[in-house]
């Protein structure tokens, strides 16, 4: 597994947004405690999507759920592949993302470079990534890559036995798809992905299997030698 790639993962296709960014968040809905946003942007056809929940899981097993970025098609929504790129360097990580589309909608696909941080006060722990030109993978026949797109997730440590996971985004998925289908699409796939995300951790079988692969890889060392996995109350 590679746990490093956490930072990747954010990229996943979605867009980190922050809550100072500008704000106009609307309510789209509040299911099984997931609280789902979205947001429309000037000069923009498709709307900002975000999407909030806490899970009864400690801080540092739910920020190696999402490292593991090769098994996000297990319960990431409709996503198909996911695949590091030029995977040596832990300085510049690009990872390919492979979005099934729902027919007649055709797959989408992007190369995203990602960057990640931490707070040192609250703990919060940002992933954030944005699309990038990336020569050494072309465009392939049927499926149509995706032009711009920012993501992102934030993960805080609430207590030593809880923490919050949100999963924003931003994207302009490229060729031709109807507005109303892409804004559904929008809505679904963040409140499906972190419902199927909670359901995971929520099985000790897959704390066992997240913990035993990271112990196995130095590169989780080398990626995360300075942040801290603690609640902001045990920081102090």
Not at 172 to 196: E, K, Q
Request: net charge negative.
């Amino acid at each position: 597994m590679r746990f490093w790639l956490v930072l990747a993962l954010l990229l996943s296709g979605l867009a980190f947004a922050d809550d100072d960014d500008g704000g106009n968040w609307t309510l789209d809905s509040t299911r099984d405690g997931i609280t789902s946003y979205v947001r429309s942007v000037p000069g923009q056809q498709t709307l900002d999507f975000r999407a909030v929940m806490r899970v009864k899981c400690d801080f540092e097993t739910s920020v190696t759920a999402l490292a593991d970025v090769e098994h996000y098609p297990d319960w990431f929504w409709h996503m198909k592949e996911t695949k590091i790129l030029g995977d040596k360097d832990l300085d510049d990580i690009f990872l390919y993302l492979h979005i099934e589309g729902i027919t007649p909608v055709e797959d989408r696909d992007v190369v995203v470079k990602a960057e990640m941080w931490q707070d040192p006060i609250s703990m919060e722990l940002n992933m954030e990534g944005h699309s990038v030109q990336y020569e050494a993978v072309p465009s392939k026949g049927g499926i149509v890559r995706i032009p711009a797109m920012t993501a992102g997730f934030r993960v805080t440590p609430i207590s030593p036995t809880v923490t919050e996971i949100e999963l924003s985004g931003s994207v302009d998925p490229g060729g031709a798809i109807p507005i109303w289908a892409s804004n559904m699409f929008i809505t679904v796939l963040p409140r499906l992905s972190l419902d199927n995300l909670r359901s995971k951790l929520a099985k000790p079988a897959y704390h066992e299997y997240l913990r035993a692969g990271r112990d196995k890889d130095a590169r989780w060392t080398r990626l995360f030698h300075d942040f801290r996995f603690t609640t902001p109350a045990a920081a102090n």
